[in-house]
Structures are given as structure tokens and as C-alpha cells.
């Protein structure tokens, strides 16, 4: 058996979201084709998706695991992100000013041979 999984860390119960919506129609779409598919989100709602999700699909909230909130998968899920978000920021922020002193430093040289 093939198989397949998406995940959605962001709201996904009851938001009627562009990304939901696609995730939904791919999930439906390849149970159709004979996958077995789980469709895992991290929602802080209890619930189903706003879009219709075929039976054969697996949902899985993580933040409600056996009808209990479980708010420690959702901070988790925040804190690994803003990680992510400042460690790619910092990286993109030294390399643009890395960029900018090259820039000055060949302005310089343009005009001093003009």
C-alpha cells in the first residue's frame, strides 16, 4: 500500500483557506488513486476541516489527541518555527549587508577611476 502524508501546522478546522482547500482536494484525490493518506494538522480548534475530506482520508489534530488539548504540541510547533525565522533572518541580514559593503566598496573604485 502506497502512502501518503500532509501536514499543516497552521489553522486548518473550520478556516476556509486557499492552502486547506488544496490540501483537502489533494488528500481526497489521491485516496481515489489507492493511497492511503493521513492529513496531520496542529490547530488549536477542535473539529474537522471547513472542506469536505473523504472517510478513507486519516485526520489527525495533534493539539487534540484523545479529545484533550494538548497545547504543548502547538507551542512546540511555534517555537521551532520563530527558530527557524530568526536563524534564516539572521543569515539573510548579514549576507545583505555583506552585499551592500561589496556594493559601496566597487562604487568607490568606479568613481576614483572616473
Do not use: H
Not at 494538522?41 to 473523504?54: H, I, Q, S, W
Not at 530568526?86 to 559601496?104: D, M, N, P, S, T
Request: proline fraction near 2%; charged fraction near 25%; include cysteine.
Amino acid at each position: 500500500m502506497k502512502n501518503i502524508m500532509l501536514v499543516e501546522v497552521y489553522k486548518t478546522v473550520n478556516y476556509p483557506g486557499g492552502i486547506e482547500k488544496v490540501l483537502c482536494n489533494f488528500a481526497n484525490e489521491f485516496t481515489k488513486r489507492g493511497y492511503e493518506v493521513t492529513y496531520i494538522c496542529l490547530d488549536t480548534e477542535e473539529g474537522k476541516p471547513y472542506y469536505f475530506l473523504d472517510d478513507k482520508v486519516n485526520f489527525v489534530n495533534l493539539c487534540y489527541i484523545g479529545e484533550k488539548y494538548n497545547s504543548m504540541s502547538y507551542k512546540w510547533a511555534k517555537i521551532k518555527k520563530e527558530i527557524k525565522r530568526f536563524f534564516v533572518g539572521g543569515i539573510c541580514v548579514c549576507l545583505e549587508r555583506k552585499f551592500q559593503i561589496l556594493k559601496q566598496s566597487i562604487l568607490r573604485k568606479n568613481l576614483l577611476n572616473a
